[in-house]
């Protein structure tokens, strides 16, 4: 029985190593190539929009926009915001319900690797990919992909087919107040329009267009210029 098993501890004990070089492995592929696809975008019940940009074709309010939304401590983590996660747990202990407390590189992982829905084991899959992430693609890398697939609307993944869906241009072409109100989607993007904003939603994209005065242009800028 002790034999059986130490076999059976062997056999697990292999496929996890093998699959985690195969998951680096593929990180360090896309590290640096587009990615053709994601799990959000396999999982989709909609025809799938997406057209990829580089995130130095993106004006610098875009990305801004986006962390001035989301994580605003996206330079500083190291891809898990272990205060938030604290914070929504303790809320959670008093009776409210599972929050996301995710980061932007969380986000992204949950993309990339993952399917939607709020678990234990979801979250903590999420945070080990997220710093997988900043190990192996760096800030940079992880924010553009982010601008890449997030969802932006029923099958419209990217900041790119984004744009061209809602502006009729080029996310390179973006106003600030386009890339704060495209920011304001990623929440619920299926049931949110840019152009047909509520009266919260109006007021969410003025928080955020101040967020992004109050961080001011260049706090990206050392991930941007890396």
Known sequence: MAKRKRGIFKTIWAILWRTLLLLVLVLLVFR???IPTT??????????????????????????????SEDQ???????VDFAEISKALSQ??????????????????????LWSGRSFVRKGLEAGLAIGLETLWGKKR???VYLNVAEFGKGIYGVEAASQHYFGRSASKLSMNQAARLAVLLPSPRTR?????????????????????????DYLKPILDH
Do not use: C
């Open 32 to 34: 640096f190539a587009s």
């Open 39 to 68: 799990a959000f975008m396999l999982q989709s019940d909609y025809p799938v929009k997406q057209t990829w940009i580089s995130i130095d074709e993106l004006p610098p309010h875009m990305p801004l926009a986006v962390v001035a």
């Open 73 to 79: 401590r996206f330079p500083e983590h190291f891809g």
């Open 92 to 113: 959670y202990d008093e009776g409210d319900g599972l929050r996301g407390a995710s980061t932007i590189s969380q986000q992204t992982a949950k993309n990339l690797f």
């Open 142 to 144: 992880i924010l553009e």
């Open 193 to 217: 329009n840019p152009n047909s904003l509520t009266y919260y939603l109006g007021q969410r994209v003025d928080w955020v267009e101040r967020q992004m005065q109050q961080l001011g242009p």
